[in-house]
């Protein structure tokens, strides 16, 4: 599978997305620039360890843009880069599809 990354568009995209906090970071950052302690509290405390990982991926792939700034105390913000902006309609899809899950499940008692 990993002979496939960066050949075909699928596998690609499945390994860019596969960390599990990925789709919502991106969501999170879609709605605004946040600082690492936002992003921690909205994603229920996740570790700064498991938080801080996933961040520095998503940055290596291009996805978002850490800004950090020269001051004291340090501040550092999180934004989408332009290749993760143009992911948002991917997202605006899968929250649409999500939607219609939830009232599926709901429906048929899943």
Do not use: H
């Not at 390994?15 to 994603?43: D, V």
């Not at 700064?48 to 800004?67: H, N, P």
């Not at 700034?69 to 899809?93: C, H, R, T």
């Amino acid at each position: 599978m990993e002979e496939l990354f960066g050949v075909c568009p699928v596998t690609t995209a499945q390994k860019i997305l596969s960390g599990k906090w990925t789709l919502i970071i991106l969501y999170l950052l879609n709605k605004k620039t946040m600082r690492f302690n936002e992003l921690q509290r909205a994603l229920n405390n996740l570790t700064q360890a498991t938080l801080s990982k996933q961040l520095k991926k998503m940055e290596e792939y291009g996805l978002i843009i850490r800004t950090a700034y020269n001051q004291i105390p340090p501040k550092v913000e999180y934004s989408l880069s332009d290749l993760g902006k143009q992911f948002v309609p991917v997202l605006k899809a899968l929250e649409v599809w999500g939607s219609e899950y939830i009232k599926y499940m709901k429906s048929n008692e899943v």
